[in-house]
């Protein structure tokens, strides 16, 4: 596609609840990553996919969040039993991206906007 | 572990003023740098990519220097206009985008 399209824009949710939320990144990006930015805050490194793998998921707050990617396309980000602190805007970029190689340049979706109940 | 420091943290201007963004890295050993805008509510835009064998972007008014041996990189904006008030990040490319917290710009009318 044209840019990074990321689904829903906004997501209103109960706490406990999962959910997921989508990218689709620019055609032929190789590398995929997800960013949280909650309030005023900066923004938190999640995961990295290069393709299909994910050599970098250390950012992942915990064993409720996971995100696959299939197809070296879409990627999904799930949140298991959603807690307040879980709000926030997660924002998904990409780049090209050669194994081992030079990034090129990032660019981001819109983000996804998260509140938790 | 990278960290990346910006400064000032805001930074308000009359209109027409030339200005300056500092973006400050700890570990020299990176492939790339980018400034990004970004609008409340909003993504982040790319302004400019520089590669680490350049020392410098230009793009219109934005002019971006890097010195990966004294790990620094500036922002240079000049006449800034109210257009360009938004939140001004610098990330550095070392496998994984590192990220500064950001400088927020006000350009006053």
């Known amino acids: 596609g044209a840019g990074v399209s990321q689904s829903p824009s906004n997501k209103v949710t109960e706490k406990g609840k999962d959910v997921e939320l989508r990218c689709d990144p620019i055609s032929g990006h190789t590398a995929l990553y997800w960013y949280r930015q909650s309030l005023g805050q900066g923004l938190e490194f999640l995961i990295y996919f290069q393709g299909n793998s994910a050599p970098d998921k250390s950012g992942l707050p915990s064993d409720r969040f996971s995100a696959e990617r299939t197809g070296g396309s879409v990627s999904t980000l799930t949140i298991q039993r959603t807690q307040q602190e879980d709000s926030a805007v997660y924002l998904c970029a990409s780049s090209s991206r050669p194994a081992g190689g030079l990034a090129g340049e990032l660019f981001f979706g819109e983000g996804s906007r998260l509140t938790v109940l | 572990k990278q960290e990346v420091t910006q400064i000032p943290a805001a930074l308000s201007v009359p209109e027409g003023e030339n200005l300056v963004l500092n973006c400050s890295f700890t570990d020299s050993a990176i492939y790339n740098l980018q400034w990004f805008r970004q609008d409340p509510g909003k993504g982040l835009t790319s302004l400019l990519l520089?590669?680490?064998?350049?020392r410098e972007q230009t793009s219109g008014r934005l002019n971006a220097s890097l010195d990966k041996s004294s790990g620094r990189s500036t922002l240079y904006i000049a006449a800034s206009q109210p257009g360009d008030s938004a939140t001004y990040l610098c990330?550095?490319?070392?496998?994984?985008?590192?990220f500064g917290t950001g400088t927020s710009l006000t350009v006053i009318p």
């Open positions: 520089i590669q680490s064998s350049q």
């Open positions: 990330a550095v490319d070392g496998n994984q985008f590192y």
